[in-house]
Structures are given as C-alpha cells and as structure tokens.
C-alpha cells in the first residue's frame, strides 16, 4: 500500500510539472471530483410522459364561521385547559393588583399544580425503571458515571478500528511552512497520530524550510495552488486510488479533532456515495 501511495504521488509530481511547463493539462486535472458523474437516478414515482389534462372541480369555499370543532370526549383535556386559563388569570390578577389575598390565591393555585407534576414525573419514572426502552438513561450516550466510561471506552474501540481500517487506503497530506511556530507544533502531533493508527504522512514544505521531525518533507511540485492551500498548518485526507483529497483543517489540531473530523468527514462520503447509489469502499 506504501508503494502504490508513493507511485501515485510520482505521477502526481509529474503530471503537475507538466502543467507547470505547459506541456500538460492543470494541476486540478489530477484530482477527481468527489463523486463520479453518473446518470440520474429517477425513482419510480417521477414519469417523463405529461399527465393528461384533467378538469378541475371547484370546491366550495369555507368560512372560519362555518367549521366546527370536533368534540372532546375526554373531560380530562378540558379541564386542564381550564387549569390553564385559571393559572393565567390568577396570575395576571396578582401581578397587577399584588395585595395580600390575590398573591396567596395564585401560590396555592401553583402549589397545587406542582404537585400534580411532581406526582406525574414520579409515576413516570418508575415506568422507565421498569421498561428499558421507556427509560431515557438507556439509550445514546449515557449519564452514570461508570457507564460514561465503559461508553467512552467501546467508542475508542469502534473509532480505532475504523481508522486502521482507513489507514489501508488512505493518506494524509500535511502542508506547512518552514518559519511557522503553529506548524512546528502540528508536526509531532501528526506523527503520533500516523504512528497509532498507521497513516501514510506525505509532508509538504510550502516555502522550502523544514521542520526537524519531519525529515521526508517534500517541495511543493504545485500542489498547494491545486488544493488552494492559503494558510497553515493545514492537513488534508487523500484517497490514492480515487484521486479524493479532502481538507480536514487548519490552524493546529489535536488528535481527538483530527479523530472526529476524519470520520465525520468519511461518514459524510460513504452517504452521499450510498445516496448516488455508488460503491464506496471501506
């Protein structure tokens, strides 16, 4: 995998010294776009051939006045809209006239209505401890402390996993610039990062410096007019064999941004290829 990653960014070297000197097509004729073209996808529902006219009935017109509202069988719902409007004009009373009488008529109107949620919150929570999948403390991310870690741990795994897995086709490509503090500090983090989950680095010196932990530098060949790189330290994702690069940030990053970001950003490919009804690998 090595080496076809290092055979592509021969040709890429080439085919962008040949656009340099005129002799060949753009340095952005060497990337793909992210997806392929391909022909649209119709579902069945969508037809080429014209509806055939048909008359329009027209419907006679209704007024506010003229609907009727169905009625409520249930005498619960309307007397909690009456708690309401009771709650309301109780309290609109005691604000404007705040005496004595009105401001103890509206608190044990809302003692009361506590203690109707209060009892409701209860009862609804001994349903959840006794339905699993009523209870919200099931399900995504969980809020127990010991759970929050067998949870964090199993994410870990399942993120690790992906990554290595991506690392088989995968490159990153760092740019930076010889005189940039940013990009000194960027550059261990980057190898610690390739070194756990084993990405090829391909590391591109913008202005010819260099940065001591990253002594297989390369000089620009062009590439950062292709990709528009305007700042760094900036990281992109390569795909090889599709010719995909993507940015995935600028400015420094830690690992775990550069952990959410890539798999935000292959999640994002691997839907809109599913979407287009395309093959993307894993």
């Not at 060949?24 to 579902?43: D, K, M, N, V, Y």
Request: glycine content about 6%.
């Amino acid at each position: 995998m090595k080496l076809s990653i290092l055979t592509w960014l021969l040709c890429l070297h080439a085919g962008v010294a040949l656009a340099q000197t005129g002799e060949g097509p753009a340095p952005q004729a060497a990337f793909h776009s992210i997806l392929p073209e391909t022909p649209s996808r119709r579902g069945w529902h969508f037809y080429d051939d014209p509806l055939a006219e048909l008359p329009l009935k027209s419907l006679p017109k209704v007024s506010p006045q003229n609907v009727v509202a169905a009625p409520s069988n249930r005498p619960e719902l309307e007397r909690f809209r009456q708690l309401q409007r009771e709650v309301e004009e109780v309290r609109a009373i005691a604000i404007i006239r705040p005496t004595e009488e009105n401001v103890r008529r509206y608190m044990e109107l809302e003692s009361r209505v506590v203690r109707n949620a209060s009892q409701f919150a209860d009862l609804a929570q001994r349903i959840a401890w006794a339905n699993p999948d009523l209870d919200p403390s099931t399900q995504g991310r969980p809020v127990n402390a010991s759970a929050l870690e067998a949870y964090e741990e199993s994410q870990a795994r399942t993120r690790g996993s992906t990554l290595a897995a991506l690392a088989n086709d995968h490159a990153l490509i760092f740019f930076f610039r010889g005189d940039c503090g940013y990009c000194h500090k960027m550059a261990p983090l980057l190898n610690s990062f390739r070194q756990r989950y084993g990405f090829p680095l391909i590391a591109v010196s913008v202005d010819g410096g260099s940065i001591p932990s990253l002594p297989m530098a390369r000089a620009d060949n062009g590439i950062v007019r292709a990709l528009k790189v305007a700042q760094v330290p900036a990281v992109f994702l390569a795909q090889p064999f599709t010719g995909r690069i993507l940015p995935v940030g600028f400015g420094v990053l830690s690992e775990s941004q550069l952990v959410e970001r890539i798999m935000t950003l292959t999640d994002r490919q691997r839907s809109l290829a599913s979407q287009a009804g395309l093959f993307w690998p894993n």
